[in-house]
């Protein structure tokens, strides 16, 4: 974990008192009041994932969240357009948040760009003192961009079209990130060639569903719609478009915890999150 001063440790107690407060008007499978500061496990399976349970996890690791919110906004300034972001600020933290209550020992990230998403990833691997990340892409731009504090002993980046160096990905894979090509054949692609390679239970995330209330016709967020649809599995989104009681509700938890200030400021936070098999 990484220290910050701007960061206050505002205490178990603090936080369950201010958590129930808020988690008192929002109907879920948990009940308000549970001791956020002993829930492991608050999230067997994304099947189960909510808003109450992501809120609870923003809770729960509110302070190494924090810290982790401070060190990207750092790299943002320093690298200034030369960085060039893509993940929202909702969709990054509750990547983070899964990374960090499953404790996946090896995850692969699909699509990479300059390396944000792979910055937070190797965030929630380094705090949890676990876990290796394979990462794919056609471009190398984030070689030179993530630091080696972050990459040193948990990280192996491959070079290529995916579809070709698929070998590469690993069967063990137990957290899958996707972000890359937004075309439908891509997204038939993956369906059929990796979803079926990686163990079932997997928690699985893909970008760029939810710019609207529905997926693009021809896209690869269609696809995985009708995809989830055949296999009758449900999903979590933050999108704006899709679910704005999402936000609505964890802005406030955000507020609450103090987390408010913006690391980015796009709001889109399009990505969906599952579990596969
Ligand atoms: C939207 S960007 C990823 C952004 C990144 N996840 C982030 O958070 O900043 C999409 C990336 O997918 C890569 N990509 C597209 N098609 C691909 C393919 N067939 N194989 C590997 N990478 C691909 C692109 O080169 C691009 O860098």
């Not at 109907?27 to 549970?34: D, F, L, Q, R």
Request: aromatic share 10%.
């Amino acid at each position: 974990m990484v220290s910050s001063i701007s960061c206050p440790n505002f205490g178990a107690a603090y936080l369950r008192r201010n958590f129930v407060a808020i988690s008192n008007n929002i109907p879920g499978p948990v009940e308000s009041g549970t001791d956020v500061a002993s829930a492991r496990g608050i999230v067997n399976s994304l099947r189960d994932l909510t808003v109450q349970t992501v809120s609870e996890l923003y809770v729960k690791y509110q302070d190494d969240l924090c810290a982790v919110r401070d060190q990207q906004r750092t790299f943002l300034r320093q690298r200034g357009r030369s960085m060039k972001a893509q993940l929202d600020d909702y969709e990054a933290e509750i990547t983070y948040l899964l990374l960090r209550e499953y404790r996946p020992e090896t995850v692969v990230e699909i699509g990479t760009f300059y390396g944000w998403s792979t910055m937070w990833i190797l965030s929630a691997l380094r705090d949890n003192g676990v876990g290796h990340l394979y990462s794919f892409d056609i471009v190398d731009h984030v070689v030179s961009n993530v630091p080696a504090d972050l990459s040193a002993h948990r990280w192996t980046f491959t070079k290529g079209d995916v579809r070709e160096t698929l070998g590469d990905i690993p069967g063990s894979a137990d957290y899958l990130f996707i972000d890359a090509d937004h075309g439908a054949r891509f997204g038939r692609w993956y369906v059929e060639n990796v979803f079926p390679m990686v163990r079932p239970g997997t928690p699985t995330s893909v970008h760029d569903v939810f710019h609207g209330r529905r997926p693009k016709p021809i896209s690869e967020g269609s696809v995985l719609m009708k995809w989830l649809v055949a296999q009758n599995k449900s999903f979590f989104t933050p999108s704006a478009a899709k679910a704005p009681e999402v936000i609505e509700h964890l802005s406030k938890v955000k507020k609450e915890l103090r987390l408010d200030t913006p690391v980015r400021e796009s709001r889109h936070n399009p990505m969906v999150f599952f579990t596969l098999g």
